[in-house]
């Protein structure tokens, strides 16, 4: 089966490559691991994001793709459902325990139509699903979708973790200040002399933390 070419507006991830003299320069592709134990839907789905700008790494078994995403998380999986030995339910549930991958959006792959399956795999962690037979604008259009919340996600994590520094960092200059203010409050009411106030105040810093 042919597919046409098409095109996605953007199949950049957040990570940027390195040139030569390691400065930041474009970002490099997103990494898409697509697991299916078909070698055809392999090729058919390489295909597609290929032409649409991903960087693809195929896997034919569960194990296989659960081992390279632990080594190597890429930035978004296609996991077919029905394979032998570990199944893509199996596979999901592992990188959902692991912290390495658990961020990681999971979009399956299924000939599957009943709802208790589709359930069971968003139980599982899955961000969606795409039925066989693909159609490439679909699955364009739900890898791009998935990969931009994801980096929307990651992007607000990254600010938040930020936020909170400076955060910690001001309520800790505030309780430094608060207290040098209440020293020298001591200082007024005892009439402390100048060698005496060093000494007082040296004590009270010392306590902060």
Same mark, same amino acid.
């Given at each position: 089966m042919r597919t046409p070419p098409y095109a996605a507006p953007s199949a950049d991830s957040d990570r940027e490559? +390195?040139?030569? =003299? !390691?400065?930041?320069?474009?970002?490099?592709?997103?990494?898409?691991?697509? *697991? %299916?134990?078909? +070698?055809?839907?392999?090729?058919?789905?390489?295909?597609? &994001?290929?032409?649409?700008?991903?960087?693809?790494?195929? =896997?034919?078994? !569960?194990?296989? #793709?659960?081992? =390279?995403?632990?080594?190597?998380? +890429?930035?978004?999986? &296609?996991? %077919?459902i029905r394979m032998p030995g570990m199944d893509g339910f199996e596979v999901c549930t592992r990188l959902q325990e692991d912290p390495r991958t658990r961020d990681i959006p999971v979009i399956f792959l299924s000939a599957l139509t009943e709802t208790g399956d589709k359930v069971r795999g968003l139980a599982a962690g899955a961000v969606d699903y795409l039925t066989k037979?693909?159609? +490439?604008?679909? *699955?364009?259009?739900? *890898?791009?979708?998935?990969?931009?919340?994801?980096?929307a996600r990651r992007r607000l994590r990254e600010a938040n %973790? *930020?936020?909170?520094?400076?955060?910690? @960092?001001?309520?800790? #200059?505030l309780a430094r200040k608060a207290a040098h203010d209440r020293a020298l409050g001591d200082v007024f009411a005892l009439g /402390?002399?100048?060698? @005496?106030?060093? %000494?007082? /105040?040296?004590?009270v810093l010392d306590r902060l933390p």
């Open positions: 490559t +390195p040139d030569a =003299a !390691g400065q930041a320069t474009v970002p490099a592709p997103a990494s898409i691991l697509v *697991v %299916d134990d078909s +070698p055809e839907n392999l090729r058919v789905l390489s295909a597609v &994001l290929e032409r649409a700008g991903y960087r693809v790494r195929p =896997a034919i078994r !569960g194990d296989v #793709a659960l081992r =390279a995403a632990q080594t190597s998380p +890429p930035d978004l999986i &296609l996991l %077919d037979p693909f159609e +490439p604008p679909e *699955v364009i259009a739900r *890898v791009r979708t998935h990969l931009e919340l994801s980096q %973790d *930020v936020l909170e520094v400076r955060v910690a @960092a001001r309520t800790e #200059a /402390l002399k100048p060698l @005496a106030l060093t %000494d007082y /105040l040296e004590r």
